[in-house]
């Protein structure tokens, strides 16, 4: 994907500027999760699958807003009061199946 693709798709769904834009860009090559090819432009492609992505994205979230702990993740998630009880179910269906 070119830098002017991604510019454009960030610039009308985010809003974003082209400096903010080539700021994430830089980021995300930074740590691996994009490359850039320099030919007559620049084009992008992701280094990593949107699944691998998203456990990166958690696993940033928990350290930063958690301290690291998934338990403390859980336990605020858990005490936000938007969980049913089937939801509670569920959860302690899947930790004891975790557990075994």
């Known amino acids: 994907m070119s830098f002017t693709e991604?510019?454009?798709?960030?610039?009308?769904?985010?809003?974003?500027?082209?400096?903010?834009?080539?700021?994430?860009?830089?980021?995300?090559?930074?740590?691996?999760?994009?490359?850039m090819e320099e030919r007559e432009i620049h084009y992008y492609a992701?280094?990593?699958?949107?699944?691998e992505y998203v456990k990166?994205?958690?696993?940033?979230?928990i350290?930063?807003?958690y301290e690291g702990s998934t338990k403390k993740?859980?336990?605020?998630?858990?005490?936000?009061g938007d969980l049913t009880e089937d939801d509670i179910d569920e959860l302690k269906m899947f930790f004891q199946g975790e557990k075994e």
């Open 46 to 51: 992701p280094n990593i699958s949107r699944e």
């Open 6 to 35: 991604v510019r454009t798709e960030l610039s009308s769904k985010m809003g974003w500027e082209k400096s903010t834009i080539a700021t994430l860009l830089r980021r995300l090559q930074k740590k691996g999760v994009i490359s």
């Open 63 to 65: 350290n930063k807003l």
């Open 73 to 80: 993740f859980i336990a605020a998630f858990c005490q936000s």
């Open 56 to 61: 990166y994205r958690e696993k940033s979230l």
